[in-house]
């Protein structure tokens, strides 16, 4: 197969970008090596901020989130066992949607399949050339293939393949591990509060969210070697109600658990996000931890950057456009770092914390929803409007 753009990860990033560049008449063939079933059972964060709202209708990909996603123009900062709202609305004129990345992807699925793209799920043996460029596999009926392109796009996920074809003598890699991990929970219950809850407590944080009417989503900080299978439902409840606990009497609704899952927690940056025909894409080129729920927004903000790029390199005939990619998109890779570092370092408990650690981290949370600058700050980083 011959195309314009080979794109290795058929996730958001990479349906996103394939979806963008239809639109311009571009070609491109999406691989991945996880089932079209595996990938839409794949619990992930469930915040999308509203440009990526506004892309995925605006695009023709799907108007289900602006019906079935909720609004949600603020959050609670919950420490000291009170609740401190944070209005996103009055702050920055501007909301964040309730809108799982699951069905992120089935809309971006379904959309491809609607417009007749080209997604191979299923494969096997991938492999890239980047001086081809060219992508193999083995489909999923068992046939070698190989898929000749101009461009060569990693969406391939935080074990990318595609990033380890950047030189190490021309790469850097930046990170920051975390002496701590998420306990992430479905629960069938309904909403314990209207908007999402963030908190801290002497036990730990934990963060209240939602999924749908009869569904919840929550987590809590736990050591990376926690067995989550290993808790039973009823000290899943004792620990979450524990660290929400307060002299307001806010208590969580419970329910059975139907999902128990410990979530890894890095921060990771690979640049450059381009090597020669090999662009970098999602979490292929970064992580974050899931504070604040950046992933899959920075995803999306990547692949509207690389398509525009690609368009002016293919149609417009102007290679040194893809030049502009990585700095485009790393500026807001690393405000988002930021960012996220921010919201996990002022929340979370470290386990050689000092009573000084922790009382400086309460003032700094008394400093954020008690001075307006603060809670604009932390609004404008939840929405991704920072100042350009
Ligand atoms: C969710 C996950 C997050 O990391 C976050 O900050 C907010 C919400 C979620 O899964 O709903």
């Known amino acids: 197969t011959r195309t314009q753009v080979g794109i290795v990860g058929a996730g958001p990033a990479g349906l996103m970008l394939s979806h963008l560049l239809s639109l311009n008449g571009i070609d491109s063939v999406v691989i991945d090596n996880r089932t079209r079933v595996e990938i839409g059972k794949t619990v992930r964060a469930g915040i999308l901020e509203a440009d990526s709202a506004r892309l995925l209708a605006d695009t023709g990909v799907s108007d289900r989130v602006l019906r079935e996603g909720h609004p949600h123009e603020g959050i609670d900062l919950r420490f000291g066992g009170e609740s401190h709202r944070v209005d996103f609305r009055a702050l920055v004129g501007e909301s964040v949607w309730l809108y799982p990345q699951t069905d992120v992807f089935v809309d971006l699925a379904n959309a491809r399949e609607r417009d007749g793209g080209d997604v191979r799920f299923g494969v096997s043996d991938t492999s890239v050339d980047v001086s081809g460029p060219a992508i193999r596999f083995t489909d999923s009926d068992g046939i070698a293939q190989e898929v000749r392109c101009d461009l060569l796009v990693g969406a391939d996920g935080s074990r990318s393949i595609c990033r380890a074809e950047v030189p190490e003598a021309l790469r850097r890699h930046s990170s920051r591990e975390y002496p701590f991990a998420w306990f992430g929970i479905i ?67 419970e329910g059975p658990i139907t999902e128990k899952t410990v979530l890894r927690f890095r921060s990771f940056v690979a640049e450059p996000m381009r090597h020669g025909n090999l662009l970098l894409a999602g979490d292929a080129a970064h992580t974050v931890p899931p504070t604040g729920a950046k992933g899959l927004n920075l995803a999306l903000a990547d692949v509207s950057v690389l398509s525009e790029v690609i368009e002016r390199a293919l149609l417009k005939n102007d290679p040194d456009a893809l030049d502009a990619y990585g700095p485009r998109a790393l500026d807001r890779v690393w405000k988002a770092q930021h960012f996220s570092y921010w919201m996990t370092t002022m929340l979370h408990s470290l386990p050689a914390a000092t009573d000084f650690d922790v009382r400086r981290q309460l003032s700094e949370l008394a400093s954020v929803v008690g001075s307006e600058a603060g809670s604009r700050y932390l609004a404008e980083g939840y929405t991704g409007c920072w100042p350009a």
Not at 211 to 235: K, L, N, V
Request: glycine share 4%; net charge negative; aromatic share 10%.
């Open 187 to 253: 629960t069938e219950a309904p909403r314990s509060a209207p908007e999402l809850v963030y908190a801290h407590s002497p036990r730990g944080f934990a963060l209240i969210s939602q999924r749908t009417e009869t569904h919840q989503r929550m987590y809590f900080q736990c050591s990376p070697e926690t067995d989550a299978a290993a808790w039973s439902d009823d000290r899943i409840w004792e620990e979450l109600q524990a660290r929400v606990a307060g002299p307001d009497g806010f208590a969580l609704k």
